[in-house]
């Protein structure tokens, strides 16, 4: 039977006791509104942990004015039925005020990892993830906290906060779940229009096509980049304003001038009103001819 608890010493009093017995810790912080990839997340950590926690909270501090805070979905009684059923033991749900208490002022600088893509776009964006993401871990103490590659860049800044401020917590990165016409699964999908979501499949194409010339020989970065926004562009119409596309290295997220180890291919863009990101692993390769 899950547990759900909105309360910090509850929480800690839980995984204490899970921790007396011998168990894993394994930790899963979402958002809500859950889909099939945030249930991947939950079926890994059960691959590699006893006990796992999910937690619920729309954090308001990594969203800037004019986001999409107060519209993004909230569907917390039917996000911890499919937690049930998936077997998580704990569901934490706390309130901003829990999380943040009545006068804050410590906050998280994510570093040189946050300037870039995502950082540009969205001002504070990653100052408030990973201040957030720094009190879940600190809250809960697993042994292991989980993180889907689609957020990649989120990904890479879970792992360095986990690192260089000695948290004691493994960060595991996990696939991207898609759709079977290859977009990518994200809450914000529920607002696509159907028009809409024909064009969002620019993203997963544009980055498909890139992978593609990067097999038969192209390996300049500028030019993967400009293939990158010239398909998602053609692809996606007048329904798709594209925010970046870029060939970037995995530890540090700058662009490559020349593809010589696997890297990460990124894309964002708006379709319609609403946000969305991809991206997927490029490599070299010398199976074809450019």
Known sequence: MIERISSKSELRSAVAEARREGKTVAFVPTMGALHSG???????????ADFVVVSIFVNPTQFAPGEDYERYPRRTEADIELLSAEGVAI??????????????????????L??????EVRPGHFGGMATVVTKLLGI???????????DYQQLRIAERVA?????????????????PDGLAISSRNVFLTAEERAAALALSEALAATVEAAAWGEL??????ALMRETAIARGGELLSLDYAAVVLPETLEPVGTLAVPSRAIIAARVGTTRLIDNCEIAPSHGGTA
């Open 38 to 48: 945030h249930l991947s997340l939950v079926r890994a950590a059960f691959s590699r």
């Open 91 to 112: 569901v934490f749900t706390p309130s901003a005020e829990t999380m943040y208490g009545a006068d804050p002022r410590v906050t998280v600088n994510p570093g040189s």
């Open 114 to 119: 946050a300037r870039l893509w995502e950082g």
């Open 140 to 150: 809960v103490r697993p042994d292991l906290a989980f993180f889907g590659e689609k």
């Open 163 to 179: 690192r260089d401020l000695d948290l004691g917590v493994g960060i595991v990165g996990c696939p991207i779940a898609r759709d």
């Open 220 to 225: 300049d970065g500028d030019a993967l980049a």
